[in-house]
């Protein structure tokens, strides 16, 4: 099932909407990336509230790579799908192997997909990146020549005032990577500037 582009807009708008009442959000652009072609969008993870906030801090529509735990129940399972998610079994990765297909077929006509690269929440600290997915990425690359721009990005919250919250959504400069073997150099680089961008430490274990 495709992402609903109506389904998308209108999710956007509500939570445009309703974080508005409850954040006072504030996004930087540390350099102007590609406006056409693929991109990979690498977010701190911290909080469910992340992924409506990366979905109102970029103008294009995204995907988002998210856990298969959450497509659990049929409903949600439907909106999650018409919303623009991808399931991915992080356990058993020959699960997930339609998903990873479809998530190429996403590169080749140019959408710009979120992973967030801890794979989980980490709250107050910086997680260990998981390179697999980048891994496949770069090997995508290699085959079909292309270069794709992979973007961190920092998600800061600050103190509460009031019922609001400051948060300041923090896009940094887009890395790059020549082949697969790069993957876990990337990962590093990646984590690296998300530690920077919403000035957290990192974890080393």
Known sequence: MERNPFV?????????????????????IQETFPQHGPMIILPKHQSWTDIPLVGLAFSSPLY??????????????????????????????IRTLGSFKKLLGLLKTNERIVIFPEGTYFRNIVGIGKSRLLQ???????????????VPVGIHYGERKGWRRRVQIC??????????????????RAMEEISRLCRLPRSHQ
């Open 8 to 28: 998308y807009l209108l999710t956007k708008k509500v939570a445009q909407l309703v974080f508005s009442l409850f954040y006072k959000i504030e996004t930087q």
């Open 64 to 93: 988002f790579v998210a856990k298969k735990e959450l497509f659990r129940y049929p409903l949600l399972r439907h909106y999650f799908r018409l919303g623009g998610a991808i399931p991915v079994d992080r356990e058993r990765s």
């Open 136 to 150: 496949m990425i770069l090997k995508f690359q290699e085959e079909f020549n292309i270069r794709i721009p992979f």
């Open 171 to 188: 896009i940094g400069s887009p890395l790059f990577a020549e082949k697969e073997s790069d993957a876990a150099s990337l990962t590093e």
